[in-house]
Nanobody, 115 residues
Framework: QVQLVESGGGLVQAGGSLTLSCAAS????????MGWYRQPPGKQREWVAF??????NYAGSVKGRFTISRDNAKNTVYLQMNSLKPEATAVYYC??????????WGQGTQVTVSS
């Protein structure tokens, strides 16, 4: 059973950068969907970005500032976040699902952007 562990969250000033990592405990196929979601305080979880073997896509609010990437050899997906805004403050979750992988979530990592 694959488990996902996020890391890299923390406190950063507005305009700063952070890179989140999500490491899978087992093998993730390059074709598997891997995504990042976030849940701001008091709000519902929202999609941020996803990546497959051929496609990357971003929510409009982060397009041009966030970059999702993956290292299949390390079973890890990354989220590079630049020009961070206070409204990016949230718990960030990693998600993975595939033909042989049930929908799996990590435990989340806190990102706080101060103004």
């Amino acid at each position: 059973q694959v488990q996902l562990v996020e890391s890299g969250g923390g406190l950063v000033q507005a305009g700063g950068s952070l890179t989140l990592s999500c490491a899978a405990s087992g093998s993730i196929l390059s074709s598997d969907y891997m995504g990042w979601y976030r849940q701001p305080p008091g709000k519902q979880r929202e999609w941020v970005a996803f990546i497959t073997s051929t496609v990357t896509n971003y929510a409009g609010s982060v397009k041009g500032r966030f970059t999702i990437s993956r290292d299949n050899a390390k079973n890890t997906v990354y989220l590079q976040m630049n020009s961070l805004k206070p409204e990016a403050t949230a718990v960030y979750y990693c998600n993975a699902v595939g033909t042989k992988l049930r929908n799996t979530w990590g435990q989340g990592t806190q990102v706080t952007v101060s103004s």
